[in-house]
């Protein structure tokens, strides 16, 4: 599967920004969704992830539970990150992920995911 992230931009703190992941390829349902991010000079760090239904296994960061929602529609082969009440801290280039094996205790180590888009910057400024 090839990925593709968009939607990120510049936005003031307290507001909102949508980012989208497209997926190219057959199966979508089957693989496991993440978004992960990364500021300058820090590692990769995960944000949220989904299961191939939508319905089950959604996870968070504690830093942004609350404010971030992760969806996905498997009829457009797309997986979302709803972002609200941001923060100066949420600045970073966020990259969607995805796997078909990925075991779910794992599901928050970038090393689990083999497919990954090219990622989308975000600024938030104060």
């Known amino acids: 599967v090839q990925l593709q992230a ?3 931009g510049l936005v003031q703190a307290g507001g909102s920004l949508r980012l989208s ?3 190219s390829g057959q199966s979508f349902r089957s693989y496991f969704m993440g978004w992960f991010r990364q500021a300058p000079g820090k590692e990769r760090e995960f944000v949220a992830c989904i ?15 609350g404010r971030f929602t992760i969806s ?7 997986v979302s990150l709803e972002m609200n009440n941001l923060k100066p ?20 180590t970038p090393d689990a995911y083999d497919y990954w ?10």
């Open 21 to 23: 992941c497209a997926a």
């Open 72 to 78: 996905r529609d498997n009829a457009k082969n797309t």
């Open 117 to 126: 888009g090219q990622g989308t910057q975000v600024t938030v400024s104060s």
């Open 6 to 8: 968009s939607g990120g």
């Open 89 to 108: 801290e949420d600045t970073a280039v966020y990259y969607c992920a995805g796997d078909r094996t990925l075991i779910v205790s794992q599901a928050t």
């Open 51 to 65: 299961s191939g239904s939508g319905r089950s296994t959604l996870k968070y960061a504690d830093s942004v539970k």
